[in-house]
């Protein structure tokens, strides 16, 4: 009689495992979303309770600002873009995930600098005329190529029908300043190159306080 009670639980068991593991059916998810790599797009696949995965893409966000360092002061337009490939973990089987990805962001701004002292700039301690010069541009890179991004959301992916979604996460900057004169007087002047090398490396500097760029996204999705 143990033996068949016992038989007879084990099968039980089995039985109400498989069912549950026939009861999730693989996702295929579209939505739109905004957030602080721009307005885009998304197709997501949750192939299991737990696990998905997700591709992104955003663009179109422009942020125009001013910064200065002990010499110049500069004028930046920031362009930003990001695709995305996401695994995400839904640790509860529900709703709410954590993701790991590879981000593929381009992330540059066009800066111009001019001088504080009108018909003069100064670096590095050493004076030159603007005469000479002409202006100073650049390129700042705030983010290129492949960056590492971690995160967490809430998405109904498991669900059949229209759902939100919303995401928060920080990916790694990887941070480049190039700065040239409009007269290329840098080609005539060694001290002046070298003067302008270090106004990069300043820069370089004051970028380098925002290890990880902030990511923030909100959507709406229709699952299948």
Do not use: C
Not at 90 to 95: E, I
Not at 107 to 127: L, P
Not at 154 to 173: C, D, N, P
Not at 177 to 188: C, F, Q, R
């Amino acid at each position: 009689m143990y033996k068949l009670m016992t038989a007879g639980m084990a099968a039980l068991l089995l039985g109400a495992g498989a069912s549950s593991a026939q009861a999730f059916e693989d996702r295929y998810s579209v939505g739109v979303l905004a957030g602080t790599t721009g307005v885009g797009a998304e197709v997501s696949w949750r192939f299991h309770e737990r696990m998905g995965v997700t591709a992104q893409y955003a663009g179109g966000l422009s942020w125009s600002g001013d910064f200065d360092t002990d010499d110049v002061d500069y004028d930046g337009d920031l362009d930003i873009s990001a695709g995305a490939i996401k695994f995400d973990y839904y640790p509860f089987a529900g709703r709410f995930y954590l993701t790991a990805d590879a981000m593929l962001p381009d992330m540059e701004a066009n800066v111009s600098g001019r001088s504080k002292r009108n018909d003069t700039f100064e670096f590095d301690g050493q004076t030159y005329a603007a005469s000479d010069i002409g202006s100073v541009h650049g390129k700042l890179t705030i983010a290129d190529g492949v960056q590492p991004y971690a995160g967490l959301g809430w998405r109904s992916s498991h669900q059949q029908g229209f759902g939100v979604f919303s995401e928060l996460g920080v990916m790694a900057t990887s941070i480049d300043v190039s700065l040239s004169t409009s007269e290329n007087y840098e080609a005539e002047n060694d001290q002046f190159r070298r003067d302008l090398r270090r106004e990069e490396q300043r820069l370089k500097d004051e970028a380098d306080k925002l290890p990880f760029y902030p990511v923030a996204v909100v959507g709406v999705s229709y699952t299948f």
